[in-house]
T-cell receptor, first 112, second 111 residues
Framework: ETGVTQTPRHLVMGMTNKKSLKCEQH?????MYWYKQSAKKPLELMFV???????ENNSVPSRFSPECPNSSHLFLHLHTLQPEDSALYLC???????????FGPGTRLTVT | GDSVTQMEGPVTLSEEAFLTINCTYT??????LFWYVQYPGEGLQLLLK?????DKGSNKGFEATYRKETTSFHLEKGSVQVSDSAVYFC??????????FGKGTKLTVNP
């Protein structure tokens, strides 16, 4: 595997379910990000991890819970979501001091 | 706060046509500017960047010039191809070191 991978690519869940999104980066980077991409809206930064420590939480509801066990893996745990949480969730990584972020293909989440 | 405004689209062109996608920004200080591209079913990829005024970023025939006086970073390509069909995002990174994106412009190129 190369670059940034995300699983699953598609997820349908009910409002009472609990699920997790997984992201893995194979680039040796030390920062990882979760973004939400909704139709006709700019990408919204949700969480940032630097060296496994959470450095940013952009007022994200507690029904989204991130986890970063090491610098290569990032999870987004989901529970009791709402239909308006349906979106494409993108993971990205970067190396400290460099501008470019590398994005995964995203998980298309549908909440029914 | 920092923000990016880009033309909403969608934009539909014929192959070999000239492309311009406008992007303007609001930021304090001197941000770095980016164009990202998202092909169908994929994540975003960095297309080009510019880190200071009058810099020109270029890649794959696309160009954009950092214009501080007009706070703009318009994307251009002289002759588009069907394979350029994608969504294009203008973005900036300012003092917060976080990317701020525009809403994206969908480009469709017809043969």
């Amino acid at each position: 595997e190369t670059g940034v991978t995300q699983t699953p690519r598609h997820l349908v869940m009910g409002m009472t379910n609990k699920k997790s999104l997984k992201c893995e980066q194979h680039l040796g980077h030390n920062a990882m990000y979760w973004y939400k991409q909704s139709a006709k809206k700019p990408l919204e930064l949700m969480f940032v991890y630097n060296f496994k420590e959470q450095t940013e939480n952009n007022s994200v509801p507690s029904r989204f819970s991130p986890e970063c066990p090491n610098s290569s893996h990032l999870f987004l745990h989901l529970h009791t979501l709402q239909p308006e949480d349906s979106a494409l969730y993108l993971c990205a990584s970067s190396q400290e001091g460099l501008l470019e972020q590398y994005f995964g293909p995203g998980t298309r989440l549908t909440v029914t | 706060g920092d923000s990016v405004t880009q033309m909403e689209g969608p934009v539909t062109l014929s192959e070999e046509a000239f492309l311009t996608i406008n992007c303007t920004y609001t930021a304090t200080g001197y941000p770095s500017l980016f164009w990202y591209v998202q092909y169908p079913g994929e994540g975003l990829q960095l297309l080009l960047k510019a880190t200071k005024a009058d810099d020109k970023g270029s890649n794959k025939g696309f160009e954009a010039t950092y214009r501080k006086e007009t706070t703009s970073f318009h994307l251009e390509k002289g002759s588009v191809q069907v394979s350029d069909s994608a969504v294009y995002f203008c973005a900036l990174m300012g003092g917060s070191e976080k990317l701020v994106f525009g809403k994206g412009t969908k480009l469709t190129v017809n043969p």
